[in-house]
């Protein structure tokens, strides 16, 4: 794999798109089984990385095979700001991709490949910067904690959460940190505008349980555990939430008004999201509540009526909503079905102030000075939850100005996932200008 020479000139963004590229050729599908392929690979690479610029790194496991990459960087004024990224990715199927999913092919101005937007773009943002900085001496004037890490996608519980449990010491002092999912460009209109995300809905998985009477499939079944379960499904899945606007998706929305001429209420919030076009696939799921069923799971032979149906619900609710939630989703499955908690995980809020903040919004006004930029709340997960247990407030912030027409939420675990290079090169020199900032 290739990468910059070390006497090379101070320039953030001169490798940047090639890194991405040899990162989504490292394969780090994690399917959520105990395996983790290519974590160890992809960490041994970004050690390297580090290492070639002096910069002293470690690879770390809470879990054979689950590597995560811990280094510590900059000066000693303040307190230390943590900046991650993972490095595992959902699976994908070559089949249905035009271009193979883990060939990190650069065509038509994209980097093409899963993780080419969750997250190896960040991961190779932030190392394109703190390479090419720590080779001009551009150290920044606060300490800086860079971690990379496993199993993201099956939900840290074998890489940022083991490094909570049993790594504290690395992240002693730090309050603050950014991550991923943020930082991105949409256009409302003629309006470009940033989302930077200040919350994160909390995370439900839940598997149902009804039981029945087994038997013949030829008889009269009135306690039928199938019929049971899919009609707990329907319910839930078809449930229509209340909207419920949270702080940091009222000011967003505010910022929408403005630009379309109207104030925002909760009332006309869902014609506001839809102002967003493609992007609304995302927004509109974070103004209220979400319950999708996912799996279904019942019965080995089609003339036996089975004793057991189970089904999985993902489950995602509002900061400061979840006991409604699960209040809600045991009513909506009713008699004879047991609601069981796979994984929950607490929604975070944050305030979008503060000189992090501040930071934040600089150094992307100083590269689009016309742009709007507003914080949201995000509809999945990311690593911010495993450290908000340290006292760690994190937001998302992959600064990245996209094409207009590209659907980029729509690229999230998609097929053909791929990133503008240009709006990689744009993210490294925001992110630069962050570093002197915060």
């Known amino acids: ?14 490798e940047v798109a090639q890194l991405c590229s040899d990162l989504i050729r490292i394969d780090t599908s994690n399917d959520g089984s105990d395996d983790g392929p290519g974590e160890r690979l992809a960490a041994e690479y970004v050690a390297q990385l580090l290492d070639d610029v002096g910069i002293e790194s470690e690879i770390w496991e809470g879990v054979p095979g689950r590597a995560n990459v811990m280094a510590r960087w900059g000066g000693d004024e303040g307190e230390p700001l943590l900046i991650h990224g993972h490095l595992d990715v ?131 079944h009135r306690d039928n555990a199938v019929t049971r379960i899919a009609e707990a499904v329907a319910r839930i899945g078809r449930h229509t939430w209340p909207v419920h606007l949270t ?56 003339n036996v009526v089975p004793g057991e149906a189970s089904a999985y619900v993902d489950g995602r609710f509002l900061p400061g909503h979840d006991d409604d939630f699960f209040e809600t989703v045991r009513a909506l499955a009713g008699e004879g079905v047991e609601v069981h908690r796979e994984t929950h995980q607490p929604a975070l809020e944050n305030r979008f102030s503060g000189p992090l903040v501040d930071a934040i919004v600089a150094s992307l006004a100083a590269e689009d000075p016309d742009a709007v930029i507003a914080p949201y709340l995000m509809s999945g997960g990311t690593d911010a939850k495993q450290f908000a247990p340290l006292g760690i407030r994190g937001y998302g912030f992959t600064p ?19 990133v503008p290079v240009e709006s990689l090169e744009f993210g490294t020199r925001v992110f630069d200008r962050f570093l002197d900032l915060v």
Not at 1 to 14: A, G, K, R, T
Not at 121 to 137: E, I, K, N, T
Not at 264 to 279: C, I, M, Q, S
Not at 400 to 418: I, N, Y
């Open 1 to 14: 794999m290739w990468h910059m020479p070390i006497d090379q000139s101070y320039d953030p963004s001169l």
């Open 247 to 302: 702080d940091p998706m009222k000011v967003l929305l505010a910022s929408v008004g403005e630009v379309v001429g109207v104030e925002a209420t909760p009332d006309n919030a869902e014609e506001l999201v839809e102002e967003f076009g493609p992007a609304a696939r995302m927004l509109a799921s974070v103004i209220r509540n979400t319950s999708n069923p996912t799996m279904l799971k019942a019965g080995y032979k089609v």
């Open 90 to 220: 959902v699976p994908a199927q070559a089949h249905e991709w035009q271009v193979h999913p883990f060939s990190g092919e650069i065509r038509d101005g994209m980097v093409w490949g899963r993780g080419a937007v969750d997250m190896k773009d960040f991961d190779a943002m932030l190392l394109s910067v703190v390479r090419a900085r720590a080779q001009a001496g551009a150290v920044p004037k606060r300490p800086i904690l860079l971690c990379f890490t496993a199993d993201e996608e099956a939900g840290g519980s074998k890489g940022a959460r083991q490094l909570v449990d049993h790594r504290p010491e690395f992240f002693e002092g730090a309050k603050l940190a950014v991550g991923e999912v943020g930082g991105f460009s949409v256009m409302v209109r003629d309006q470009r505008i940033y989302l930077i995300e200040a919350a994160e809905k909390g995370m439900a998985w839940m598997r149902l349980t009804a039981k029945g009477t087994a038997g013949h499939g030829s008889m009269r």
């Open 400 to 418: 990245l100005r996209l094409p207009a027409d590209l659907d980029f939420t729509g690229l999230f675990h998609g097929v053909d996932e791929r």
